[in-house]
């Protein structure tokens, strides 16, 4: 069965912490992706990657970072949390060709207090 | 960015055919329709695309508009498991080998049983 883990369903930090948030996919997939979704505004696109090393902005990406140093894992990261990244985050993955089909993971509650 | 509508919130009563209605005027020649779907506490769930052609799968069918204007999802028969916030998305190329996906606000389905 497809995969997409995420390392933890739920996350609680302070402002100004550096947050990491892992997304790993067991699918040999080439894309991956990171959203964040609010009540009212639906999921945003924050960072995708469809290589290795590789990262393109999405739609919101002032105030975060990403990492793929590895093809199954993907990591965001909060350089500095503030309490307006309070949100849900989903990482998602894809092939590069085909049906373009995204597979999510169960997504993390991150609290920024 | 081409962009959708949906409406806010549909019901529908258990066992009957739900009709999911998406606008997309701006659409262009190259743009695919993708449904996704998000049940209560989970990621978005992949449920079926196309590009010109009405299309059929395990799930439900896409009636695809032949101005490819808007489009309908089809659930042939609603059960209280396909009670979740559907969206409409256009995918859009984004060059170097990657796309993306934008997310609207959705339609919340309700199955009443």
């Known amino acids: 069965d497809v995969k997409v883990t995420q390392s933890s369903r739920y996350l609680v930090k302070r402002t100004g912490e550096k947050v990491f948030l892992e997304c790993v996919q067991d699918m040999d997939h080439e894309n991956m992706f990171w959203y964040r979704q609010d009540p009212g505004l639906g999921l945003r696109l924050i960072y995708f990657s469809y290589d290795v090393k590789m990262k393109e902005k999405g739609d919101i990406p002032e105030g975060y970072s990403v990492s793929r140093e590895k093809k199954e894992r993907f990591s965001l990261i909060l350089e500095s949390a503030s309490t307006n990244q309070t949100s849900m985050y989903l990482c998602?993955?894809?092939?590069?060709?085909?049906?373009?089909?995204?597979?999510f993971g169960p997504g993390t509650r991150l609290t920024v207090t | 960015d081409a962009k959708t509508t949906q409406p806010n919130s549909m019901e529908s009563n258990e066992e009957e055919p739900v009709h999911l209605p998406c606008n997309h005027s701006t659409i262009s020649g190259t743009d695919y329709i993708h449904w996704y779907r998000q049940l209560p506490s989970q990621g978005p769930e992949y449920v079926i695309h196309g590009l010109t052609s009405n299309v059929n799968n395990r799930m439900a069918s896409l009636a695809i508009a032949e101005d490819r204007k808007s489009s309908t999802l089809i659930l042939h028969r609603a059960t209280l498991r396909d009670a979740a916030v559907y969206y409409c998305?256009?995918?859009?190329?984004?060059?170097?080998?990657?796309?993306?996906?934008?997310f609207g606000k959705g339609t919340k389905l309700s199955v009443i049983p």
């Open positions: 998602a993955s894809s092939l590069l060709q085909g049906s373009y089909e995204q597979y």
């Open positions: 998305i256009l995918l859009a190329y984004s060059g170097a080998g990657s796309y993306q996906l934008t």
